[in-house]
C-alpha cells in the first residue's frame, strides 16, 4: 500500500517515499517475511549490528546519495555534508537554529514528521486497526502515571529515516528524569501498524514527565523501531527546559515520538485534529505549532 498523508505547508495530500519499503512489505505481509521477523528481525540484537554498521567509517560513502535520492536541503545543515566521518552522524545531524523557528504557541511538534492527533485518547481505537483498542495502561507500563491521562489528548508523531531524528520538548517546564521500558524492535511504518498497533506498546520505549505552569503535567515518550536500537537523552534531567530545548536524538532507522496531556489542558490545532478522524497523517516540522 502506498503511505500517503497531508502536508501542511503545500496543503496537499502527498505520498511517502518509504525507505526499504520493499524489505518492510515483505515483512509484515508475507508468511516468510513474518518468520524472520519473529525469528530475528525484532530483536535488539538485529538492530544492534545495523547500527554497528552505520558506524562503520565505510558507511560515509552512503551519505551523498541518500541526500540526492531524497532530494534533502543541506542548507538547512549545521555542518556540511562531508564533515561526517559515518552514516549515523549524518543521521542524528544536528540543524542550523533558523531552520526550525519555534512557534508562540503552547506547544509544539517534537520532531519532524507526520503526526496523529487526538483529542480524547479513547478517539484512537481503531485508528490502524479496526476495532483495536489503544492500551494505554500497556504504553505507559505504570497504572498511577497512566490515570493522569486517561481521556486526556494524544499526538504520535511518526519519524521516516530521511526526517531530521533529533526531538525536542513540546512545552516548556521542569523535564524529570526518563525511565526506560525495555522491549523488542518492531517496525512502527503505517505498513506494520496497519496489522498491529501493539507495536508501540511492545516496543522499547522511553518516558519521562514535564511539569509546566499552564498545561500541567505532560509525558513525552521516544518509541523505538526496527534498526532504531539506540534513544539517546542529551537534556540534564530535573532542569527547567525552553519549549523547542533539544531533549535527545534517535540513532538510524525511523521511529515515533509520543506526546500526552492531562484532560482538558490542551486544543490541539484544527487541521491535525481534522485529518487525524480521517487516518490522515499530518506532516509538520519540529516547533510548528501542536495546540494552545
Known amino acids: ?55 562503520q567509517p565505510k558507511s560515509q560513502k552512503k551519505v551523498n546519495p541518500f541526500i540526492r535520492n531524497y532530494k534533502m536541503n543541506t542548507d538547512e545543515f549545521a555542518d556540511h555534508p562531508e564533515s561526517y566521518a559515518t552514516f549515523n552522524e549524518f543521521f542524528y545531524r544536528r540543524l542550523k ?71 525536542h520538548f513540546p512545552v516548556s517546564g521542569q523535564a524529570g528524569k526518563t525511565r526506560l521500558v525495555n522491549g523488542p524492535l518492531f517496525s512502527v511504518s503505517p ?24 498545561l500541567g503535567n505532560v509525558l513525552m515518550m521516544e518509541i523505538g523501531a526496527t534498526c532504531v536500537g539506540s534513544i539517546s537523552q542529551t537534556y540534564a534531567p530535573n532542569d527547567m527546559v525552553d519549549k523547542g530545548h533539544e531533549k535527545g536524538y534517535f540513532a538510524f532507522g525511523g521511529s515515533s515520538t509520543i506526546t500526552l496531556f492531562e484532560p482538558g489542558a490542551i486544543k490541539l490545532a484544527d487541521d491535525l485534529l481534522k485529518n487525524s478522524e480521517k487516518q490522515i497523517e499530518t506532516y509538520a516540522l519540529m516547533g510548528d505549532s501542536m495546540g494552545n
Open 191 to 214: 505498513i506494520a501498524l496497519a496489522r498491529n498497533i501493539s507495536y508501540l506498546w511492545q516496543n522499547k520505549r522511553t518516558l519521562t514527565e514535564i511539569k509546566t505552569k499552564d
Open 1 to 55: 500500500m502506498d503511505i500517503q498523508f497531508y502536508n501542511r505547508y503545500t496543503q496537499k495530500m502527498e505520498t511517502e517515499q518509504v525507505y526499504g519499503e520493499a524489505f518492510l512489505k515483505w515483512t509484515y505481509a508475507n508468511p516468510f517475511g513474518k518468520l524472520a521477523l519473529h525469528g530475528f528481525v525484532k530483536r535488539p540484537a538485529f538492530s544492534q549490528w545495523y547500527g554497528w554498521r552505520m558506524n
Open 97 to 167: 537554529r533558523s531552520a526550525r523557528p519555534i512557534a508562540t504557541d503552547h506547544a509544539v511538534f517534537p520532531a519532524d514528521g507526520r503526526h496523529l492527533g487526538f483529542q480524547n485518547i479513547t478517539n484512537a481505537n481503531g485508528v490502524f486497526v479496526k476495532g483495536q483498542k489503544f492500551d494505554l495502561d500497556a504504553l505507559i507500563a505504570d497504572s498511577e502515571i497512566s490515570q493522569r491521562y486517561r481521556n486526556g489528548s494524544l499526538v504520535l508523531s511518526r519519524l521516516c529515516p530521511v526526517d531530521y531524528h533529533r526531538f
